[in-house]
């Protein structure tokens, strides 16, 4: 009985670790879906608002708006762990200025050298605004969820940054680039001595519809018939008045989006006017590009033709060089072969001059008065000096006081 008493209060405990489990988890998901139902809200009410007034720091849609999104992302915020172990609040600041480091041109560093601007809180704020200014609050948040590691480094497990919502949030911060904020970073709304405070009431509002309240009546008029006929005028319930407040607020908003319907037009007007006026330019651009393209395939078509006539002329050219040097060789070869005797005579000339060089070694003076044995003219005045008995064989004694070796 005992081990039986026991099993079934450790089962029960057990059971109840569970349920708090899921219970908790629950939690945290409506906790989450809240936070991001709020901001789109939140967002739809800024942007509707920015149709008629300039968004700024006394504008109700965007302090609610600034309140949305700082639990956003301050929900299951890591605290800050001391030397001591204990863990400290901190702010989303602390966060924003690590995990947005990447964003070009961003404006972490002119947070951080604010004067007036002293505590996290107020810087995160001071982002926020100087963001929204800038036209970059999406790709702030962009950015930084994109660096999961960090992200994960300062928020805990269940944090909205963590989940699926994350995405969604970057997605609805898009369209407040479209919106022309202007803030006073030196104004109360920088003050970061009190926590953020959502305001939900302009989100649950109860809006009777037409047909419900048709439905009432026929209720009403249902239940007066049914009455016994001694019933009296008195004890019928009275007639549905309508607010007329009611009707103003609903003429009044209709006002708004015929209003905001006509901005839009007007906008989408400019655009397809600017759209045309590219269309036409790019138009226009395009054939002067094409006309462009045929007058330079043209010129390229007639400067081959150019080419290719010079390359044929070359060749012919050339052709007619390699004729004529065969024609050239061809006749000198006829030449030498039709005159033998000159070749041969030639070679007669050239023998005997070399003899003669052979035999006349010994008289030096003989080669300065004759010259060289090898020309012809100083071989006609060798053979001139022996018909005038003038040179000696080599074998006598030369005589003439004229002819002796110096």
């Keep these: 009985m005992a081990s039986r008493s026991l099993g079934g209060l450790s089962g029960s405990r057990a059971g109840g670790g569970g349920g708090k489990k899921s219970l908790s988890a629950r939690n945290a998901a409506v906790e989450r879906r809240n936070l991001i139902t709020v901001c789109r809200f939140s967002v739809k009410t800024l942007i509707d608002r920015s149709c008629f007034e300039t968004i700024d720091d006394s504008s109700p849609e965007f302090n609610n708006f600034a309140a949305v999104l700082e639990q956003i992302l301050s929900h299951r915020l890591k605290g800050q762990v001391t030397w001591f172990g204990y863990e400290s609040p901190r702010s989303f600041w602390d966060y924003i200025r690590v995990a947005c480091r990447k964003v070009s041109q961003n404006c972490i560093c002119s947070i951080e050298n604010m004067e007036n601007v002293s505590s996290s809180r107020a810087k995160g704020r001071a982002w926020i605004r100087v963001a929204l200014m800038e036209k970059h609050l999406s790709e702030y948040i962009s950015t930084a969820l994109r660096d999961f590691k960090t992200t994960r480094r300062f928020y805990e497990d269940g944090a909205i940054v963590l989940g699926e919502e994350a995405n969604m949030l970057a997605g609805m911060l898009l369209g407040l680039n479209a919106i022309d904020f202007s803030f006073c970073l030196k104004g109360e709304g920088l003050d970061g001595t009190f926590p953020a405070v959502i305001d939900y009431t302009p989100y649950l509002k109860f809006e009777q519809s037409s047909d419900s309240i ?61 759209r045309e006026n590219q269309l036409s330019e790019s138009v226009s651009q395009n054939k002067i590009l094409l006309q462009r393209i045929e007058d330079s395939d043209l010129a390229h078509k007639l400067e081959k033709e150019q080419l290719e006539y010079i390359i044929v002329e070359l060749q012919d050219q050339l052709k007619s060089y390699q004729s004529l040097d065969q024609l050239s060789a061809e006749v000198s070869l006829s030449q030498a072969s039709l005159d033998p005797s000159h070749s041969q005579e030639g070679d007669g000339k050239q023998d005997s001059l070399n003899f003669m060089g052979e035999g006349k070694e010994d008289t030096p003076s003989l080669l300065g008065l004759c010259g060289s044995l090898t020309s012809v003219a100083s071989y006609k005045s060798l053979t001139s000096l022996k018909s005038n008995d003038c040179l000696a064989s080599p074998t006598t004694e030369i005589t003439s006081p004229g002819l002796t070796p110096s």
């Design 214 to 274: 048709s439905s009432d009546e026929e209720e009403l008029r249902t239940f007066g018939s049914s009455d016994s006929e001694g019933s009296t005028p008195e004890n019928v319930g009275p007639p549905l008045i309508l607010d007329e407040n009611t009707w103003f607020n609903k003429c009044k908003r209709v006002r708004q989006k015929y209003q905001l319907t006509l901005e839009q037009k007007g906008y989408l007007e400019e655009l397809l006017r600017l």
